[in-house]
């Protein structure tokens, strides 16, 4: 069974520009997270998604974030304009709705991110 | 408010030594409850996880759990470590299909 994909592995940007990280998730999953982990720290969650549908986005910062996952399967994280503060791990994760590890979550190798 | 409480950023032991992290979670219900690691560069893997029943858990890699309620804990034990343990290790407490909260992390290294 292939993992969690995610894409690219590195990036390296300039503050004010923009980013767009990719990830595809687990055949079948319909739950998709995208956590942020600054170094030192443990992963927060900035969105996840049921399906195509939106379960929380509360910790995402919309003035500058945006996340879509149009058919419900792959997905997208942007990031415009990009700030120094954003310099981190951007991690994907996957979920079964049912079944034996309808509770567990699925992550990829992640995105790092710098911003200089 | 959910949270998770790694006391120890750093931990060293030998190899061959037994090992044992702490993790302290609030939450107002029965968590779920996670011990991920994190080798340089990667992913997350999960090492093992406790929704209910047996609070002694086993996992992967030699690892085991145990839950223990009027403690708040989910402490992560091996009896004997090997080098390749050495890595980050989140504990993550969450509620049914919600997302995971994690703590800090616990940096494990391995002496010869």
């Not at chain 1, 292939?2 to 998730?25: L, M």
């Not at chain 1, 503060?85 to 590890?101: F, H, I, K, N, Q």
């Not at chain 1, 309808?102 to 200089?116: D, I, K």
Request: with cysteine; charged share 20%; hydrophobic share 35%.
């Amino acid at each position: 069974e292939a993992g969690v994909a995610q894409s690219p592995r590195y990036k390296i940007i300039e503050k004010r520009q923009s980013v767009a990280f990719w990830c595809n998730p687990i055949s079948g999953h319909a739950t998709l997270y995208w956590y942020q982990q600054i170094l030192g720290q443990g992963p927060k969650l900035l969105i996840q998604f049921q399906n195509n549908g939106v379960v929380d986005d509360s910790q995402l910062p919309k003035d500058r974030f945006s996340a879509e996952r149009l058919k419900g399967v792959d997905s997208t994280l942007k990031i415009q304009p990009a700030k120094l503060e954003d310099s981190a791990v951007y991690l994907c994760a996957s979920s079964p709705t049912s079944g034996r590890d309808h509770n567990e979550q699925f992550f990829g190798p992640g995105t790092r991110l710098t911003v200089l | 408010a959910q949270s998770v409480t790694q006391p120890d950023i750093h931990i060293t032991v030998s190899e061959g030594a037994s090992l044992e992290l702490r993790c302290n979670y609030s939450y107002g219900a029965t968590p779920y409850l996670f011990w991920y690691v994190q080798s340089p560069g990667q992913g997350l893997q999960l090492l093992l996880k406790y929704f209910s029943g047996d609070t002694l858990v086993q996992g992967i890699k030699g690892f085991e759990a145990e839950f223990k309620r009027s403690q708040s804990s989910f402490n992560l034990r091996k009896p004997s470590v090997h080098w390749s343990d050495a890595a980050e290790y989140f504990c993550a407490v969450a509620r049914r299909g919600g997302k995971l909260i994690f703590g800090q992390g616990t940096e494990l290294s391995v002496k010869p």
